[in-house]
C-alpha cells in the first residue's frame, strides 16, 4: 500500500521560511517521480515543483528562485523548501508521486498525499 505523508505546513510571516516534507511508503522513490501542488481556496490546483528520478527538476514560473526541491532517496523523502514567502503562497501543499517522470500536471500522477497547510500572513 503506497502511503504519501506531508509535514512541515505552518503559519509563517511573509519573508519567512519552511520546509515541506512527502515521506513514502509502499514505493521506491529511486524510480518514481514527485510533484509539489498547492490549492488555495476558491483556486484550482497548481504545479509549483517537480523532481524525476535522474535528478531532473522543475519548477513554477510563481516560485522559481524561492522554492528548492530535493530527495533524499535514502530516506524515501522528498523536501520542498520555500524561502521568500508571500502571502500569495498560503495554500495546501499536496505531494504526488508517478512513475520516474515528475510532471507540473496534476492530471498524471498515481498516488497522492492528504496535503499540509501553509500559511503565510502577518
Known amino acids: 500500500q503506497v502511503q504519501l505523508v506531508e509535514s512541515g505546513g505552518a503559519l509563517v510571516q511573509p519573508g519567512g521560511s519552511l520546509r515541506l516534507s512527502c515521506a513514502a511508503s509502499?514505493?521506491?522513490?529511486?524510480?518514481?517521480?514527485i510533484g509539489w501542488f498547492r490549492q488555495a481556496p476558491g483556486k484550482e490546483r497548481e504545479g509549483v515543483s517537480c523532481?524525476?528520478?535522474?535528478?531532473?527538476?522543475y519548477y513554477a514560473d510563481s516560485v522559481k528562485g524561492r522554492f528548492t526541491i530535493s530527495r533524499d532517496n535514502a530516506k524515501n523523502t522528498v523536501y520542498l523548501q520555500m524561502s521568500d514567502l508571500k502571502p500569495e503562497d498560503t495554500a495546501v501543499y499536496c505531494c504526488?508521486?508517478?512513475?520516474?517522470?515528475?510532471?507540473?500536471?496534476?492530471?498524471?500522477?498515481?498516488?497522492w498525499g492528504q496535503g499540509t497547510q501553509v500559511t503565510v500572513s502577518s
Open positions: 504526488a508521486a508517478r512513475f520516474t517522470i515528475g510532471l507540473l500536471s496534476s492530471t498524471k500522477y498515481d498516488y
Open positions: 509502499g514505493l521506491s522513490l529511486n524510480y518514481y517521480g
Open positions: 523532481s524525476s528520478s535522474d535528478g531532473t527538476v
